[in-house]
């Protein structure tokens, strides 16, 4: 497995931005999809968005237009930018690799709140 370190969570008022970063500690993510999960209290791990290795992208209905997912593979780092942040947004992040099994990060909380 790869270990995944996720940065950029936080407090931000509805309406707001923030950008989450993820990266992986060995050179072995080219060829592999990654992406970012998000789990709110009492509901299910929900795929947020994630991107190929060609840099092809796929988002949930709900954050399509509001996030951007972007990949460095030399830096073996991928980002999502969070755009017109709602209070549902509000969840746990989590980064994953589609090794196999998959790799997970430790999880970033995200609040979105007035």
């Known amino acids: 497995q790869v270990q995944l370190v996720e940065s950029g969570g936080g407090l931000v008022q509805p309406g707001g931005s923030l950008r989450l970063s993820c990266a992986a500690s060995?050179?072995?993510?080219?060829?592999?999809?990654m992406g970012w999960y998000r789990q709110a209290p009492g509901q299910q791990r929900e795929l947020v968005a994630y991107?190929?290795?060609?840099?092809?992208?796929n988002y949930a209905d709900s954050v399509r237009g509001r996030f951007t997912i972007t990949r460095d593979n030399a830096k073996m780092t991928i980002d999502l930018q969070m755009n017109s942040l709602k209070s549902e947004d509000t969840a746990v992040y989590y980064c994953?690799?589609?090794?196999?099994?998959?790799?997970w990060g430790q999880g970033t909380q995200v609040t979105v709140s007035s």
């Open positions: 994953y690799i589609n090794t196999f099994p998959i790799s």
């Open positions: 991107i190929t290795n060609a840099g092809r992208t």
């Open positions: 060995r050179s072995r993510v080219s060829g592999l999809n």
